[in-house]
T-cell receptor, first 113, second 110 residues
Framework: DGGITQSPKYLFRKEGQNVTLSCEQN?????MYWYRQDPGQGLRLIYY???????QKGDIAEGYSVSREKKESFPLTVTSAQKNPTAFYLCASTRDRRGNTIYFGEGSWLTVV | QQPVQSPQAVILREGEDAVINCSSS?????VHWYRQKHGEAPVFLMI?????EQKGHDKISASFNEKKQQSSLYLTASQLSYSGTYFC???????????FGQGTTLQVKP
């Protein structure tokens, strides 16, 4: 079945470490997104990409980095510069940018220990 | 830039109706509605494109007032399964950048 796969589901990070969250989709979607969700909060856009080898910053990009080398993959790196990284991270994709349905992965929980 | 949702929380009895509103300060190209259960990914409900259309399926419908940059989600004869947090996502122009509101928590009690 087609869908979006995020891994790992749960991740613990020590302060000062970089971690990478994986996001893979087999929907042949052009656009991919990363959102961050804090307890009781909405979804905040970190980065998005509408085409391979191109991506744009969202509202809270500081302390994060992404790459889009393949259409199906959009990994997110949480760097040590992100001071408060503990959150629920959601990856999403859509067929193209023209108001199409966005599909979400199951999410990754990141905790700093 | 973030759309504003109201109310922040709603408590209903089964069978009652609810309306959730979403307002933006920008001209909108599309509005998306999602429902999320705790710890799970948001689930798509519907999308409305500019043109002032109204959509619905089963007992959940939505409207989009392009002139007022507002959308409303209507839940009629609520069921226990409707409980969760509802998010509206807005696309200000044909950019693909989807920004979500802070969410409305809906609790349906027996």
């Amino acid at each position: 079945d087609g869908g979006i796969t995020q891994s790992p589901k749960y991740l613990f990070r020590k302060e000062g470490q970089n971690v990478t969250l994986s996001c893979e989709q087999n929907l042949n979607h052009d656009a991919m997104y990363w959102y961050r969700q804090d307890p009781g909060q909405g979804l905040r856009l970190i980065y998005y990409s509408q085409i391979v080898n191109d991506f744009q910053k969202g509202d809270i990009a500081e302390g994060y980095s992404v790459s889009r080398e393949k259409k199906e993959s959009f990994p997110l790196t949480v760097t040590s510069a992100q001071k408060n990284p503990t959150a629920f991270y959601l990856c999403a994709s859509t067929r193209d940018r023209r108001g199409n349905t966005i599909y979400f992965g199951e999410g990754s929980w990141l905790t700093v220990v | 830039q973030q759309p504003v949702q109201s109310p922040q929380a709603v408590i209903l009895r089964e069978g009652e109706d609810a309306v959730i509103n979403c307002s933006s300060s920008k001209a909108l190209y599309s509005v998306h509605w999602y429902r999320q259960k705790h710890g799970e990914a948001p689930v798509f409900l519907m999308i409305l494109l500019k043109g002032g259309e109204q959509k619905g399926h089963d007992k959940i419908s939505a409207s989009f007032n392009e002139k007022k940059q507002q959308s409303s989600l209507y839940l009629t004869a609520s069921q226990l399964s409707y409980s969760g947090t509802y998010f509206c996502g807005t696309e200000a122009s044909n950019t693909g950048k989807l920004i979500f509101g802070q969410g409305t928590t809906l609790q349906v009690k027996p």
